[in-house]
């Protein structure tokens, strides 16, 4: 079936969602519109705090990289790089011109 839209907000505070029937919404004498979801937002707003200082809005957690690194980081992992070395029998320089040579004439050897 269809599925419903719901209409939100944001608080303008912290950066919540404000869901139909929630929060607040307060218009300053210039008739400017703020949508807060709690009475606590609204009270910090009208105190003049730092959404960026306090630490439970989105605004901060965004600032400080909170919650994000689980999706965008991955492993790295460092790529194995082979190396030829030299075995009992055979020093590297013997190793290397065997390598060289072509199936037959190993075959011959």
């Known amino acids: 079936g269809a599925k419903m839209v719901i209409k939100t907000e944001t608080c303008q505070f912290s950066g919540f969602k404000i869901y139909p029937g929630h929060?607040?919404?307060?218009v300053r004498t210039d008739n400017r519109t703020f949508f807060f979801v709690s009475s606590k937002c609204e009270a910090s707003f009208q105190m003049r705090r730092n959404p960026?200082?306090?630490?439970?809005t989105q605004l901060y957690r965004r600032l400080?990289?909170?919650?994000?690194?689980?999706?965008?980081?991955?492993?790295?992992?460092?790529?194995?790089?082979?190396?030829?070395?030299?075995?009992?029998?055979?020093s590297l320089d013997v190793i290397k011109q065997k390598r060289s040579q072509k199936p037959e004439q190993r075959a011959a050897a």
């Open 64 to 90: 400080h990289k909170k919650g994000t690194t689980e999706e965008v980081q991955k492993k790295r992992r460092t790529r194995a790089t082979k190396t030829q070395r030299a075995i009992v029998g055979a």
């Open 23 to 26: 929060g607040m919404r307060y």
């Open 52 to 56: 960026r200082k306090l630490n439970w």
